[in-house]
């Protein structure tokens, strides 16, 4: 079983030829919809996977939280703890594409992801933790979060799923806008950043596999177990602690060969894939396969949603 506390908004995109000046009303080419956010993608990858997947979160009492709901049902996401704010409107995010230069400017406004009290994530997560026997829980269950929600609200479910046995998965994504809390890294078993949030986070800058690895370590002296960095086209690399006192042990993951469309959403399919495998009872390095086949799978494709890949095809890929 996977609980994965994150994210769900809604993508508005406009498709100009370039982008508008200040001041300037600019009339577009194209304009499209799309549902995402990343604890929604990482709770839908988890579910195509396979694992019996719930999702709490904060939507808006507006049309575009009520698009959430048949959407999860579809997956099989579990949505009993995707709660509703007659206040904070659905988060949303306004992309423009200036098709000319093929770049995207991008405003977020997170929204009701913000105001998801820690009170409601609690309870929620006594709940999903209360209404299972705890035989249930073996092989591990799993929790994974990102940082798209308050971090109060992360806090309390690490807390939370740290105390019942699960194993916790910090995708810290985006680069948290406030420091995160020292003790928030003690309570993550396996930590998951790209090279920009590992950067960010580890102070300095990867630009070879030797500066990953640094980073890396440094992140492991932050508290979790493991630590992986995810390396686009180059695949992801793992560390984790050496046993009796002995060094840091690496590993290095090389990517699918695949041909890239839209890297769209190939971190949060890789997220959802590990947590998928390993509440499947798969070790670490297993898992790890998985995920990197379900981040190339994903690029392979346009957008993020249509992109998510099932259990067949990565099954097919490995
Ligand atoms: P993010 O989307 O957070 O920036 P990455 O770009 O690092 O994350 O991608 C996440 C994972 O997806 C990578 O570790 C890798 O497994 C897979 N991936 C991403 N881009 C490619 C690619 N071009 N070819 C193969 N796999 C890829």
């Known amino acids: ?12 995109v406009a498709r100009a030829p370039r982008f508008p000046f200040p001041g300037e009303s600019l009339i577009g080419e194209e304009f499209a919809m799309f549902i995402g956010g990343k604890g929604f993608n990482q709770a839908v990858t988890a579910a195509r996977l396979g694992a019996q997947t719930s999702l709490i979160g904060n939507v808006g009492q507006d049309a575009f939280g009520d698009a959430f709901f048949p959407a999860l049902a579809a997956e099989g ?34 929204r009701a992801n913000l105001t998801l009290s820690a009170e409601t994530v609690r309870r929620a997560m006594e ?10 829980m073996t092989p591990p269950g799993v929790f994974l979060t990102q940082c798209e929600t308050g971090i109060e609200t992360i806090a309390t479910a690490l807390h939370q799923a740290r105390a019942a046995g699960l194993l916790t998965i910090l995708n810290a994504a985006p680069i948290p806008q406030e420091t995160l809390p020292a003790e928030l890294f003690r309570m993550v078993d396996i930590l998951v950043v790209n090279e920009i949030e590992a950067s960010f986070l580890a102070g300095l800058t990867i ?7 640094t980073a890396a370590e440094r992140l492991l002296e932050s508290g979790p177990q493991h630590v992986i960095i995810t390396l686009g086209a180059l695949g992801a690399t793992w560390c984790t602690h050496g046993e009796n006192g002995a060094p840091p042990f690496h590993r290095w993951q090389r990517a699918f060969n695949v041909q890239q469309v839209d ?17 499947m009872g798969a070790p ?3 898992a790890l396969r998985w995920a990197n086949a379900a981040g190339a799978i994903t690029v392979t494709r346009k957008g993020a949603l249509p992109s998510l890949p099932t259990r067949t095809e990565v099954e097919a890929l490995l």
């Open 1 to 12: 079983r996977v609980i994965v506390l994150g994210s769900l908004m809604t993508d508005l």
């Open 284 to 286: 670490l390095e297993e």
């Open 77 to 110: 996401v579990d949505c009993t703890y995707v709660s509703r704010d007659a206040t904070a409107g659905t988060g949303v995010g306004c992309v423009t594409i200036a098709t000319e230069i093929g770049q995207n400017a991008i405003v977020a406004l997170p």
């Open 207 to 213: 630009d070879t596999a030797m500066t990953a690895k």
């Open 263 to 279: 890297p769209t959403g190939a971190g949060d399919a890789f997220c959802g894939a590990l947590a998928a495998r390993l509440s």
């Open 127 to 136: 709940e999903l933790l209360g209404s299972q026997q705890r035989a249930a």
